[in-house]
């Protein structure tokens, strides 16, 4: 199967929550469509979809730039899918468009459970360090 990389469309937001739902990427303090359109004002051009033969939703990645380091979110390929290089495909694009920006490092946070995804990303070249990651939730979705 072919596999094409693009930026995210608004006509994709129900396949693209669906899939973040079978992935378990979803939680229920951040409403999915909430984050779709807060992308889509900053930096939409870094939300990128995988698109299968038959135009099916079969990846997608956030990615943004802040003018000192990327993150990377919302990876996720289906299920059904893995182990054809879809995510790896997504990472390797969204670090393409971030490095055109000037962007120096990426960083991205997993849960500690999600044992696959960390050696997925070690094997991308992404290295773990300690650090206390926190946060303050400024909107109630």
């Keep these: 199967m072919s596999l094409q990389i693009r930026s995210f469309a608004p006509g994709d937001t129900d396949a693209v929550v669906l899939l973040w739902q079978t992935t378990g990427l979803t939680r229920p303090w951040n409403n999915p469509y909430q984050d779709i359109n807060r992308k889509l004002r900053v930096q939409p051009e870094l939300f990128l979809v995988a698109v ?31 182990g ?47 650090t206390w990651a926190t946060g303050k939730r400024l909107i109630e979705d």
């Excluded at 054809?84 to 459970?113: D, H, N, T, Y």
């Design 52 to 82: 299968g033969d038959d135009d099916h939703i079969v990846g997608t990645v956030m990615a943004g730039y802040d003018g000192h380091r990327g993150w990377l979110y919302y990876l996720a390929s289906d299920p059904h899918r893995r």
């Design 84 to 130: 054809e290089g879809i995510a790896r495909s997504l990472v390797e694009r969204a670090e393409e468009l971030l490095l055109e920006m000037g962007c120096p490092k990426v960083q991205l946070m997993v849960r500690p459970e999600n044992g696959v995804a960390q050696g997925f990303y070690e094997a991308l070249g992404f290295e773990h360090f300690d």
